[in-house]
C-alpha cells in the first residue's frame, strides 16, 4: 500500500473518532486493542462459528514477545483465519486480508478480445458498445462501484445509447465493489417495480449475538428502465457492492447471470485505529439476501455456470452469454 492511501486510510479513522492518543504501543496493548474492538463489533463470529476467546488463548502470549514484524504477521494470521475479504490490516510494510478471489477465475474482461463496432467510454468506469458479432446486442462493462457518484449517472446516456438492442451484456468481471449507493443507481435504471433485494442487521451490543432487528432495503425504478433481456457476467473478484449490484438486479424477470460464483462478501466494513498507528476493518452488520439466505463466504452462484481460465484464446464467458442471447 502506498504512503498516501495509508495517511488516507488513518484520516478517515480519525475522522470516525477512533483514535487513542494516550495509550502506549506495545505490542501487547496492540493485540488487545484488536481482539477487544473486534470482539465487540465484528459481525460474523456466531455465522462462521469462531471460538474467539480460543483466539485470545491462543495468540496474546505470542503477541507478548513479538516485535513489530511478528506482531504483523500475528494479526494477519488471525485475519486469514477469518475467511472475510472485509477484514484487513493496512500497515506501511503492506496490506493483509483474506483473498477470496483466489478460489476460482477472476480477472477482468480483456478489452481486446471484446469486439465492439465502436467502442465508447460513458464515463472512466462506464464502458460498451454493440457487440460486433452479434450487433443487435449492446455491452456494458461496469469496471467498479468505488468512483464518485457522477461517474455512474451516464448510465442513463448508455442505455439510451443501447435503445434499439434486442438485449444486454453487462460484465462485472474483476468489479471488487464499491458503494452500495452507485450499484443501486445503476440498478434503479432495470427495476421494473419497487421491491426489497436485500436485508441486513448491525451488531449492537457486547454479545456475538447481539444486533438490531432486520432492516429491508428496496430498490424503485426511474422513468424508462431497461427492460429487454440482461445477462451479467460474473466471476470470483465480484465482490460487496456488487453483489448488492447483483441482488437488485436479480429481482427482475429479465435479468439472469452467466459465469462463476461471486466472492462473497456482504459485511459492510467499518475502519478502526490500532495504539501504534495501524488502520484495520471488520465487518459491522450482517445481510441476507431479501429470501433471507446468508452469502457472506459463500457467494451468489450465477443462472448459468461457464468454466474459464486464464489460458482461454477466447472469451468464454461472454460467447455464451451471447449465445444465450440469440
Known amino acids: 500500500m502506498s504512503k498516501k492511501t495509508f495517511l488516507l486510510l488513518l484520516l478517515i479513522s480519525v475522522g470516525a473518532g477512533c483514535l487513542k492518543p494516550d495509550i502506549k504501543n506495545s505490542s501487547t496493548e496492540v493485540f488487545e486493542s484488536f481482539w477487544a474492538e473486534m470482539d465487540q463489533n465484528y459481525a460474523y463470529f456466531d455465522y462462521k462459528g469462531t471460538d474467539w476467546d480460543a483466539v485470545h488463548h491462543q495468540y496474546a502470549p ?32 503492506g496490506t493483509c486480508g483474506y483473498s477470496f478471489w483466489e478460489r476460482g477465475p477472476s480477472g477482468a474482461p480483456d478489452p481486446e478480445r471484446i469486439f465492439l463496432t465502436e467502442a465508447i467510454d460513458f464515463s472512466k468506469v462506464l464502458y460498451g458498445g454493440y457487440l460486433q458479432q452479434q450487433p443487435e446486442l449492446g455491452y456494458i462493462w461496469i469496471k467498479n462501484f468505488s468512483g464518485a457518484t457522477g461517474e455512474y449517472a451516464p448510465i442513463r446516456e448508455a442505455l439510451d445509447y443501447f435503445s434499439d438492442s434486442q438485449g444486454l451484456v453487462i460484465d462485472l468481471r474483476g468489479n471488487g465493489g464499491g458503494s452500495d449507493r452507485n450499484s ?23 454479545g456475538h449475538t447481539d444486533f438490531t432487528p432486520w432492516i429491508e432495503d428496496y430498490i424503485a425504478p426511474v422513468e ?3 427492460t429487454k433481456p440482461v445477462l451479467l457476467l460474473t466471476n470470483r473478484s465480484c465482490f460487496s457492492s456488487t453483489e448488492d449490484f447483483i441482488l437488485a ?27 501504534n498507528g495501524w488502520v484495520y476493518r471488520f465487518s459491522h452488520w450482517q445481510m441476507q439476501t431479501a429470501e433471507g439466505r446468508f452469502f457472506e463466504g459463500i457467494g451468489l ?24 442471447l440469440k
Open 224 to 226: 424508462n428502465p431497461y
Open 249 to 275: 438486479m436479480k429481482c427482475f424477470g429479465h435479468v439472469q447471470t452467466v459465469g462463476d460464483t461471486t466472492g462473497g462478501g456482504s459485511g459492510n466494513p467499518i475502519f478502526r485505529e490500532l495504539p
Open 301 to 324: 452462484p450465477p443462472d448459468h455456470y461457464q468454466p474459464s481460465s486464464a489460458e482461454d484464446t477466447t472469451d468464454r464467458i461472454l460467447a455464451r452469454a451471447a449465445e444465450l
Open 62 to 93: 505470542q503477541a507478548a514477545q513479538a516485535n513489530e514484524e511478528a506482531l504483523r504477521a500475528l494479526l494477519c494470521s488471525i485475519i486469514q483465519n477469518l475467511e472475510d475479504g472485509h477484514v484487513n490490516l493496512y500497515t506501511p510494510a
Open 184 to 206: 443501486e443507481l445503476v440498478a434503479s435504471h432495470f427495476a421494473t417495480a419497487e421491491t426489497i433485494y436485500r436485508r441486513f442487521r448491525y451488531r449492537n451490543g457486547p
